[in-house]
């Protein structure tokens, strides 16, 4: 069974600095992993996709890579900004059932 | 082009009654997920339909069910509520059936079981 693991849970960090988010699954057999945001109470917006044969993806400040082999993505936001605090999930895409399986997230607080 | 929505944003029951939520995916997407995200349990995936027919099922029980209509919207039924359904329940939608495509979600219909 996949287990999806993000840590830290929580972060907070002072306006200007880089976030960096880790994200790890158990099972290497995946078609993507896919990064999203949540704000409270709120829906899912995707950030960023990356395709199994991929390493990396970059949108604006944000990127983000794969290391399928080992189970591991990193999340990284450059010169972060009150905006940007939000919780983070990440999400890996399985074969069987074409379902997503979601980390616990991790919750960012950027400090004007 | 319109994004997923979801109906109602937020609903009330009781213990023991039935709850219908309803989402209209993206148009021309033909599959439509459900997720539950309760307080402290993370999102799990609930239900996968794609041309009307259910695909896949979550670990959930029975009075979780739902169907997909001819225009592809689809509607979730939790039968017998209970307080620990309360949560805020997501829907996706993909073009296609494939393993490749992204999921779009919706902002979610908040159900709280009194």
């Known amino acids: 069974k996949q287990e999806v693991t993000q840590i830290p849970a929580a972060l907070s960090v002072p306006e200007g600095e880089n976030l960096v988010l880790n994200c790890s699954f158990t099972?290497?057999?995946?078609?993507?992993l896919q990064w999203f945001r949540q704000d409270p109470g709120k829906g899912l917006t995707s950030l960023l996709l990356?395709?199994?044969?991929?390493r990396e993806q970059t949108s604006g400040r944000l990127n983000a890579s794969l290391d399928k082999s080992s189970g591991r993505s990193t999340l990284y936001i450059a010169a972060s900004q009150p905006g940007d605090s939000a919780t983070y999930l990440c999400?890996?895409?399985?074969?069987?059932?074409?379902?997503?399986?979601f980390g616990g997230g991790t919750r960012v607080l950027v400090k004007p | 082009e319109a994004g997923v929505t979801q109906s109602p944003t937020h609903l009330i029951k009781t213990r023991g009654q039935q709850a219908t939520l309803r989402c209209s995916p993206i148009?021309?997407?033909?599959?439509v997920y459900w997720y539950q995200q309760a307080l402290g349990l993370g999102l799990q995936f609930l239900l996968w339909?794609?041309?009307?027919?259910?695909?896949n099922r979550g670990n959930f029980p029975p009075r979780f069910s739902g169907r997909q209509f001819p225009n592809y919207s689809s509607e979730l039924n939790v039968n017998a509520l209970e307080l620990e359904d309360s949560a805020l329940y997501l829907c996706?939608?993909?073009?296609?059936?494939?393993?490749?495509?992204?999921?779009?979600f919706g902002p979610g219909t908040r159900l709280t079981v009194l």
């Open positions: 099972d290497s057999a995946i078609y993507n």
């Open positions: 996706a939608s993909s073009p296609r059936a494939s393993s490749w495509d992204t999921q779009y």
């Open positions: 990356i395709q199994s044969s991929q």
């Open positions: 148009s021309g997407h033909t599959s």
């Open positions: 999400a890996v895409k399985e074969a069987a059932g074409n379902k997503l399986t």
């Open positions: 339909y794609d041309e009307g027919e259910e695909r």
